[in-house]
Nanobody, 125 residues
Framework: LRLVESGGGLVQAGGSLRLSCKASPDFDHTVGWFREAPGKKRLGVACLSTGSLAPFYADSVKGRFTISRDDVKNTVYLQMNNLKPEDTAVYYC?????????????????????WGQGTQVTVSP
């Protein structure tokens, strides 16, 4: 599995970014975005499954971030609005077979076999 993230950058507080992730060969049932801030653990912030289950969002991003997937384009997105300096981190996507988005985002990062290179998001005050 190869995951390639893109779309990060430097933005002022209150701004927006849209991250993209492509998988090769394909995404599994559940996808997620994780982030790792300097000195902190890599944690799930937004996860989504195929089907009718509601997405999971960490409390810190709820109402500001939206995860989506386009299985035709084999791409997962993270729309980030009203960005805050505390959103500064390297963002990674991931995929797997957990049955729910909540379960996906709860998986400790070391339990995943491989990661992409991530994309840096920096939010200035």
């Amino acid at each position: 599995l190869r995951l390639v993230e893109s779309g990060g950058g430097l933005v002022q507080a209150g701004g927006s970014l849209r991250l993209s992730c492509k998988a090769s060969p394909d995404f599994d049932h559940t996808v997620g975005w994780f982030r790792e801030a300097p000195g902190k653990k890599r944690l799930g912030v937004a996860c989504l499954s195929t089907g009718s289950l509601a997405p999971f969002y960490a409390d810190s991003v709820k109402g500001r971030f939206t995860i989506s997937r386009d299985d035709v384009k084999n791409t997962v997105y993270l729309q980030m609005n009203n960005l805050k300096p505390e959103d500064t981190a390297v963002y990674y996507c991931q995929t797997g077979m957990p049955p729910t988005p909540t379960a996906m985002c709860a998986i400790p990062a070391p339990d995943f076999g491989s990661w992409g290179q991530g994309t840096q998001v920096t939010v200035s005050p």
